[in-house]
């Protein structure tokens, strides 16, 4: 669906109350509706009121720079998500090292070459 079409529909389902609204009421609507089409048509002049100039009343380079700084400013999001990774398995790292020499064996248990045996049986 258009955007017309979809105005379309808006204004028959907006009509479909219209009688049981006070009179006062619609009159206020409509001073509105006619200010509000009033700042619509002053906008559309500003948009198109220099060659080489948008919306924003910017340049081109600053639309440039706009997507230069987007860009950078996503590669240090990534970076920084892969740095906190990293911390998050160093700190997981450590706790298993840290369960480790909490347990009552001895450190030559750990240090024997059969240790990885002793830990395989059931």
Do not use: C
């Amino acid at each position: 669906m258009n955007e017309p079409e979809l105005g379309r529909k808006v204004t028959r389902l907006l009509d479909h109350g219209l009688h049981d609204i006070k009179q006062s009421t619609v009159n206020q609507l409509q001073s509105a509706r006619r200010a509000a089409l009033e700042n619509y048509h002053m906008a559309e002049e500003i948009v198109t009121a220099g060659h080489g100039v948008s919306a924003r009343g910017g340049h081109d380079s600053h639309v440039k720079t706009r997507k230069l700084l987007s860009l950078v400013t996503l590669l240090f999001a990534l970076l920084s998500v892969i740095y906190w990774q990293t911390l998050q398995q160093s700190d997981e790292n450590e706790e298993i090292d840290i369960m480790l020499l909490v347990d009552d064996l001895p450190i030559n248990a750990y240090l024997n070459d059969e240790f990885d045996a002793w830990l395989d049986r059931p």
